[in-house]
């Protein structure tokens, strides 16, 4: 299948497995043909919490949540382990509840493909909490991979 357009969505639990997940990519993208665009989804007191912490200058006109992306240790992270692929990437951001958030950049982007982070969940963990990457791989206009950390979120 050839990909023209991956998309690695990370949120605030996806910093401590950058190395996985591009290796993921690496492992569906083909370097010369596939564009990833790499993003940060961010819910509205996240954005607000990152615009305090990244000290955005909120005498600005509008900050931008791609900027806020850019700007993010995750997404530069994520940046750096590409480009040693050699991987072509383009840079979003997005704000609102992690899964809807994620499809819909999944639609906007035309993505052939989506790759998404998670942990092993107990089962009062999934019925409680719910699960952003259940809810990405039932809703996802295309195939979704998921990369599973060895952590156990309970």
Known sequence: MNLETVLLAVGPGDADRSD????TVAE?????ETT????????????????TELEFDRTEEEI??????????????LKQALEEYDIDYEIRGAIGEHGPAIVDLA?????DRVV????????????VFGSTAQEVLLSSPCPVTFVRSDDYDD
Do not use: N, Q
């Open 28 to 32: 569906v993208a083909h370097p010369i």
């Open 107 to 111: 639609t906007s982007t035309d993505a």
């Open 36 to 51: 990833v665009v790499l993003a940060h989804v961010f819910t509205s007191s996240e954005y607000e919490d990152v615009l």
């Open 64 to 77: 931008k949540p791609d900027e806020v992306a850019r700007r993010h240790s995750t997404i530069i992270d």
């Open 20 to 23: 996985e997940l591009a290796k």
């Open 116 to 127: 998404v982070g998670g942990r092993r969940r107990s089962p009062t963990g999934k019925a």
